[in-house]
């Protein structure tokens, strides 16, 4: 196999016996449907979704001074993280860009996993081992020790109840906990992807579809189904919830993509790009640049990646996502547009498509939050 052939998940067997669509993402073959996505995503929103996410990586932090080396690589306040709970995060450049957004659980008193996106694994297991140099703790690559699946939707909780005597009920958001799901060892964590209630599942790779059959099998009744990554992509889009590669890069930092509120200046020590992300802190506050903003057509015309924000006959931003939404019935985008357009109901905005510029309304994100 040449090394520059896709890789594939444990499921990429049983991914095809149920016809999927399969498609390259950051080197790996991933399912993007297995039949309509608008099907798949309605499933999500309205009863339960099953994903394969094992091209997602992670990175095992573990020894004496692994918070501490965590809290001097990543942005967030890392040594605060309870055991058993988890943080959203980032890594960012000296320079403030952004490398990656992380979720970091803490599995024990000095033991960590970091989930990077796909695309970034490789890079943030490389920025993770240089900065741990003079720490004393270890940064192991795991991306081959796991397989992810994730269940998500208002039925998702007791789907998987009936296959685990784990304390659910108890397991709050951002929580994760060691268990049983029908007899496969898992770590299972509260998280998403999609703006609604759901768990990742964390398990060996050879136990991956021993326990993808059995949450198919639980879930029949309550009409879950196999979801790919495209409708995963409109769900994180109505739930407001930025891609790296689309609303964060390495020319962004957090405070630019609206994000300032992940990085915490008041913990101990210095940490990578401390310096930088003060002064665009600053900047920030006192003269905004362009604003994280959603946008809803009036027309049918999908936006996409790129496409240029109007006013006025100037380009005032630049769309970073952009798909028809299923739970809205019209066309929705996250774009970076000049703060004085980036109110909601800011009037005369349009999105330039091919030539035309089609209107659409600025709203606040995001675009559908689920009811608790």
């Known amino acids: 196999?040449?090394?520059?052939?896709?890789?594939?998940?444990?499921?990429?067997?049983?991914?095809?016996?149920?016809?999927?669509?399969?498609?390259?993402?950051?080197?790996?073959?991933?399912?993007?449907?297995?039949?309509?996505?608008?099907?798949?995503?309605?499933?999500?929103?309205?009863?339960?979704?099953?994903?394969?996410?094992?091209?997602?990586?992670?990175?095992?932090?573990?020894?004496?001074?692994?918070?501490?080396?965590?809290?001097?690589?990543?942005?967030?306040?890392?040594?605060?993280?309870?055991?058993?709970?988890?943080?959203?995060?980032?890594?960012?450049?000296?320079?403030?860009?952004?490398?990656?957004?992380?979720?970091?659980?803490?599995?024990?008193?000095?033991?960590y996993m970091v989930v990077a996106n796909a695309s970034n694994a490789q890079i943030v297991l490389d920025a993770l081992t240089g900065r741990a140099a003079g720490f004393d703790a270890g940064v192991r690559d795991d991306r081959d020790a796991y397989a992810l699946l994730a269940i998500q939707g208002p039925e998702s909780a007791g789907i998987l109840k009936s296959l685990t005597d784990a304390d659910l009920d108890g397991l709050k958001y951002y929580a994760g906990l060691p268990g049983t799901v029908a007899g496969v060892p898992a770590l299972i964590a509260r998280t998403g992807y999609t703006g609604e209630d759901g768990f990742e599942l964390f398990v060996a790779p050879s136990d991956a579809e021993k326990l993808w059959q059995a949450l198919t099998e639980a879930g029949a009744p309550a009409g879950l189904a196999p979801c790919g990554l495209s409708c995963r992509d409109t769900l994180r889009l109505e739930a407001g919830m930025p891609l790296y590669g689309h609303e964060l890069t390495t020319s962004l930092t957090p405070f630019d993509a609206g994000l300032g509120r992940v990085v915490k200046f008041e913990k101990e020590g210095d940490f990578v790009g401390r310096e930088a992300l003060?002064?665009?802190?600053?900047?920030?506050?006192?003269?905004?640049?362009?604003?994280?903003?959603?946008?809803?057509?009036?027309?049918?015309?999908?936006?996409?990646?790129g496409f240029a924000v109007v006013a006025g006959g100037a380009v005032v931003g630049e769309v970073t996502s952009g798909a028809p939404s299923p739970?809205?019935?019209?066309?929705?985008?996250?774009?970076?547009?000049?703060?004085?357009?980036?109110?909601?109901?800011?009037?005369?905005?349009?999105?330039?498509?091919?030539?035309?510029?089609?209107?659409?309304?600025?709203?606040?994100?995001?675009?559908?939050?689920?009811?608790?």
């Open 278 to 305: 003060e002064a665009a802190a600053e900047r920030a506050a006192a003269n905004p640049p362009r604003v994280l903003v959603g946008l809803v057509a009036e027309g049918r015309r999908v936006p996409r990646a």
């Open 327 to 372: 739970t809205l019935g019209r066309p929705i985008a996250m774009a970076y547009v000049d703060a004085a357009h980036a109110a909601p109901g800011t009037a005369g905005v349009g999105v330039d498509i091919r030539g035309s510029h089609e209107p659409y309304e600025v709203v606040a994100l995001p675009f559908y939050k689920r009811q608790k």
């Open 1 to 111: 196999m040449s090394s520059n052939a896709p890789r594939r998940t444990a499921l990429d067997a049983l991914h095809r016996s149920l016809g999927a669509t399969m498609t390259d993402f950051a080197g790996w073959d991933m399912p993007l449907r297995y039949g309509s996505e608008r099907d798949e995503h309605v499933a999500v929103r309205t009863r339960a979704g099953l994903f394969d996410l094992s091209h997602m990586g992670e990175i095992t932090v573990t020894g004496p001074q692994a918070a501490a080396l965590l809290n001097h690589a990543l942005v967030g306040n890392i040594a605060s993280v309870g055991v058993g709970r988890a943080r959203y995060t980032m890594i960012c450049r000296a320079d403030g860009g952004i490398l990656d957004d992380l979720i970091v659980y803490r599995l024990a008193e000095t033991e």
